[in-house]
């Protein structure tokens, strides 16, 4: 089974600061990997999706890369603000099988 | 606007009372999934479903039923509620076939639900 691990649990930042997020997978046979945004009492925005084919994607100030052999994935924030505050989650999906895996996510605070 | 729905928002019930949890995507996704988020656990998948008439087990499957007999709804099923499936529920979609957007997951708002 996979298991996916974000480290750290929280974090907290001045404003203005660049900052990666990790996101550990214990099986590397994965076929994408995504980045979610989730707001307090809210439900999950899609940031980002690396195919297992690729290195790494990019989005605006957000940068994800992927490193299959070493199963890890990272979440650079460039320039980080205040609205950037809230819950960072990845998910997997193995080659096999039609099931995805959740880190239990990085709450992520930008102090003004 | 494409999106997912879940009805109800927020719901409380009592212990063994038979509930549904409405999802709906008006995006013609074939893939759909129940999620349930806990504290220090995560999202754990509940079950899921490649295309209509179509559905698998995820990690949680125990104590739910699910049904997918239209592409655009996949309603989770509580035939007797416990307290521990208190938690915050999500219903995703996600479309099939090449393209940027392959497999990327869309997600409802949640629904909250407490069994007392």
């Known amino acids: 089974k996979q298991e996916v691990t974000q480290i750290p649990a929280a974090l907290s930042v001045p404003e203005g600061e660049n900052l990666v997020l990790n996101c550990s997978f214990t099986?590397?046979?994965?076929?994408?990997l995504q980045w979610f945004r989730q707001d307090p009492g809210k439900g999950l925005t899609s940031l980002l999706l690396?195919?297992?084919?690729?290195r790494e994607q990019t989005s605006g100030r957000l940068n994800a890369s992927l490193d299959k052999s070493s199963g890890r994935s990272t979440l650079y924030i460039a320039a980080s603000q205040p609205g950037d505050s809230a819950t960072y989650l990845c998910a997997v999906r193995l080659n096999t099988g039609n099931q995805f895996y959740f880190g239990t996510g990085t709450s992520l605070t930008v102090i003004p | 606007e494409a999106q997912v729905t879940q009805n109800p928002r927020y719901l409380i019930t009592v212990t063994g009372k038979k509930l549904t949890v409405t999802c709906s995507q008006n995006?013609?996704?074939?893939?759909m999934s129940w999620y349930r988020q806990d504290p220090g656990l995560g999202l754990r998948q509940i079950y899921y479903?490649?295309?209509?008439?179509?559905?698998d087990k995820g990690d949680v499957p125990e104590g739910y039923k699910v049904s997918r007999k239209e592409k655009r709804n996949f309603p989770l099923i509580l035939e007797s509620p416990s307290p521990n499936q208190t938690s915050l529920y999500f219903c995703?979609?996600?479309?099939?076939?090449?393209?940027?957007?392959?497999?990327?997951?869309?997600f409802g708002p949640g629904t909250r639900l407490t069994v007392l």
């Open positions: 690396i195919q297992s084919s690729q």
């Open positions: 995703a979609s996600s479309p099939r076939g090449a393209g940027k957007f392959y497999n990327e997951q869309f």
């Open positions: 995006m013609n996704h074939e893939y």
């Open positions: 479903s490649m295309n209509v008439e179509v559905t």
């Open positions: 099986d590397s046979a994965i076929y994408n």
